[in-house]
């Protein structure tokens, strides 16, 4: 099983910017697809973005779609979420995930990193 660690989250003011990174170990990231998923206080976990094995494919939700880009770079084994214009209901704190197949829904992911907490002040 692939080990994930994020980092990158932090503090930022509405309208800035922020990148995650998520580092693999353990499998090389280039085996699986990956996600990026979310989960504010109160609410449930929800998927924010998705990227195929190549990178040749992406998924966005609707509420990050035009500001949020997710890639990849398989040589450094580590899954990247550029996150421009953020937004107060952005915060939240933010996984990684690596699953077989490129999909939007927890279930499909298997492997889940521990999390960074995203805080947009308003």
């Known amino acids: 099983q692939v080990q994930l660690v994020e980092s990158g989250g932090g503090l930022v003011q509405a309208g800035g910017s922020l990148r995650l990174s998520c580092a693999a170990s353990?499998?090389?990231?280039?085996?699986?697809?990956m996600g990026w998923f979310r989960q504010a206080p109160g609410k449930e976990r929800e998927f924010v973005a998705a990227?195929?094995?190549?990178?040749?494919?992406?998924s966005y939700a609707d509420a990050v779609k035009g500001r949020f880009t997710i890639s990849r770079d398989n040589a450094k084994n580590t899954v990247y979420l550029q996150m421009n214009s953020l937004k107060p209901e952005d915060t939240a704190v933010y996984y990684c995930?690596?699953?077989?197949?490129?999909?939007?829904?927890?279930?499909?992911?298997?492997?889940w990193g521990q999390g960074t907490q995203v805080t947009v002040s308003s």
């Open positions: 995930a690596a699953g077989r197949v490129l999909a939007i829904t927890p279930q499909y992911f298997n492997s």
């Open positions: 353990g499998r090389t990231v280039s085996n699986y697809a």
């Open positions: 990227i195929s094995r190549s990178g040749g494919s992406t």
